[in-house]
Nanobody
């Protein structure tokens, strides 16, 4: 079993920054993929960014490219999402997800990930 815990959400003004954390525990495996998804009010959950843990390969959604960065701490199984230049459109519940089976490309579909955190709320005011 794998457990994912997100933290760092909050209320910020547009143009400001926020940093989210996801820590994985349990049997994560050695070739896993982690990703951030988000669900805005009234919308479907969408892919934000993913990373292949052993290679460090990253893939960002167009909506956040150039504004968000991601980093990893392998010793703690922690994934950090640095969100800069936040806009009201970024308001959403942000979810951490993990895929334990190897895959060539970073998946962007919900059903490709086995484990999910509870989510952390991000609100960006204008």
């Amino acid at each position: 079993q794998v457990q994912l815990v997100e933290s760092g959400g909050g209320l910020v003004q547009a143009g400001h920054s926020l940093r989210l954390s996801c820590i994985a525990s349990g049997r994560t495996g050695s070739t896993y993929t982690m990703a951030w998804f988000r669900r805005a009010p009234g919308k479907e959950r969408e892919f934000v960014v993913g990373v292949t843990w052993n290679s460090g390969r990253k893939y960002f959604a167009d909506a956040v490219k150039g504004r968000f960065t991601i980093s990893m701490d392998n010793t703690k199984n922690e994934m950090l999402l640095q969100m800069n230049s936040l806009q009201p459109e970024d308001t959403a519940v942000y979810y951490c997800a993990l895929r334990s089976q190897p895959i060539v490309s970073i998946p962007t579909q919900l059903n490709e990930y086995e484990y999910w955190g509870q989510g952390t709320q991000v609100i960006v005011s204008s």
